[in-house]
């Protein structure tokens, strides 16, 4: 049987706490279409056990847009709350918005977005960002800044930026 690979641009989100559907897979495996094997009754107490579980999850979102992306893998039980009919409604609504390459189109955005941040990270804040900055800071007070380096890795810095400097 050949082995299906995630889509690698769209990575799993990553919880801090185990999410439900790992705790209890049992109720997330709705196998062979929506319902599964169970009385129609049991399969749609399951499947809203499941949603409210995934109601309260702290990666949905990005749950939903993993589980959309990669159908192969996806054909199969509930993700984000939603039953793979579900999600083929919502392939096809995005397709309809974005177009047919609507996986590229988010890949290309997520790359885009990538960028920009690290971008940012090396770019000195315009005068009204840095407005911004102080603002947030007199009203939420000080980030968690890390502790403020030792003299002793204060004079290494110095040695090494020097010892650049010279290189360069
Ligand atoms: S949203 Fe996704 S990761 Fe969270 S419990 Fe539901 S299926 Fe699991």
């Known amino acids: 049987m050949s082995h299906i690979e995630p889509d690698v641009r769209f990575p799993f989100p990553a919880a801090t706490v185990p999410t439900r559907c790992r705790r209890r897979p049992e109720l ?10 169970d009385t129609k009754k049991a399969a ?6 499941a949603r409210q579980a995934c109601s309260a999850c702290p990666v949905v979102t990005a749950c939903l ?7 192969p893998l996806t054909r199969e039980g509930v993700f984000a709350g939603t039953t793979p009919g579900q999600r083929n ?3 096809r609504r995005l397709a309809d918005r974005i177009g047919p390459e609507w996986i590229e ?23 009204p960002q840095a407005r911004v900055v102080r603002l947030d800071r007199e009203l ?3 980030l968690n800044l890390p502790p403020p380096l030792t003299a002793e890795e204060q004079r290494l810095n110095r040695n090494r930026l020097d010892a ?3 290189a360069a």
Do not use: C, I, M, Y
Request: glycine share 10%.
């Open 164 to 166: 650049g400097l010279k």
């Open 65 to 71: 847009r993993w589980a959309l992306v990669n159908k």
């Open 89 to 91: 409604v919502l392939r």
């Open 28 to 37: 997330f495996d709705l196998a062979f279409g929506d319902l599964g094997g």
């Open 105 to 127: 189109v988010l890949a290309a955005r997520d790359q885009a977005r990538r960028e920009g941040a690290e971008t940012a990270r090396h770019t000195p804040l315009s005068v």
């Open 140 to 142: 939420n007070g000080p």
């Open 44 to 49: 749609q107490e399951r499947l809203e056990q």
